[in-house]
């Protein structure tokens, strides 16, 4: 008999039992749905970026989406602009498939223009693709208070940064890359204490420097550990 023992650096990706335990996928499928997951809601990406994060291979990573596709974990469908033109793709990936059945299915395409070589319109395998993900269990952006995020940014810094969609989607995006509410505020209490009082540096002190998913993880990192002692000038949370 084997022991599992979990070790883990805090940066964690939610994902339903359901698709993790599927015994009607691979491996192979569950680990690509896994790294998919991981990634931020509506991340923009290139085909290509999900080849270069694993030694499978082309071939092998098709096979996976397929597996996923005819599960209903996900769906891909082809965006046109406003004159017909292919523009991208749109991945639709849910933790949780509707009935057996793929989620949408009547609306794919009968091909897959996102894992092949084409000349038109310059596609080559280069267009930017989009993953909305669908949770199982209600949104936990509704449970999620990234409002306070905002509010408490504003009370440090003296702005008024306003409840907008687009500063809802950034601090949403790290709260589902596993950052937690004291995580986002010792970065504004970090960054504030670099660069409140600095004239040139003050102006990034919003939430599309903070919290822009390729600066956030480095500016959590770079906050020094909390003392043993009480007192500590950083917010501990609660």
């Known amino acids: 008999m084997a022991r599992l023992i979990k070790r883990t650096n805090n940066a964690y990706t939610n994902v339903s039992n359901k698709v993790v ?6 491996w192979k499928a569950r680990g690509i749905f896994l790294y998919l997951w991981s990634q931020s809601d509506n991340w923009n990406f290139y085909v290509s970026e999900i080849e270069r994060h694993s030694v499978d291979g082309r071939e092998s990573l098709q096979n996976g989406l397929k597996e996923l596709e005819t599960a209903g974990y996900l769906v891909r469908s082809v965006k046109f602009d406003e004159v017909k033109k292919i523009k991208g793709m ?8 509707s009935n ?28 930017i693709l989009n993953i909305s993900k669908n949770h199982s269990v209600g949104s ?50 970090h960054q504030c204490e670099l660069w409140l009082n600095n004239h040139d540096m003050a102006q990034y002190l919003q939430p599309s420097t903070l919290f822009r ?8 990192n770079a906050v020094p550990a909390e003392p043993k002692h009480e007192g500590h000038k950083y917010w501990t949370g609660g």
């Open 21 to 26: 335990r599927d015994a009607s996928l691979s």
């Open 90 to 97: 749109e991945w639709v990936l849910s933790d949780f498939p």
């Open 100 to 127: 057996g059945k793929p989620v949408g299915r009547e609306s794919r395409p009968r091909e897959n223009p996102s894992l092949r070589t084409t000349n038109n319109n310059n596609y080559q395998n280069k267009e």
């Open 140 to 189: 936990t952006e509704t449970e999620f208070p990234w409002q306070s995020i905002i509010d408490y940014l504003n009370e440090k810094t003296g702005k008024h940064f306003k409840h907008t969609s687009t500063n809802k989607g950034l601090v949403i995006s790290r709260y589902h890359d596993g950052f937690t509410t004291n995580d986002m505020r010792k970065v504004i209490d």
């Open 213 to 220: 998913a390729s600066k956030f993880e480095g500016y959590l």
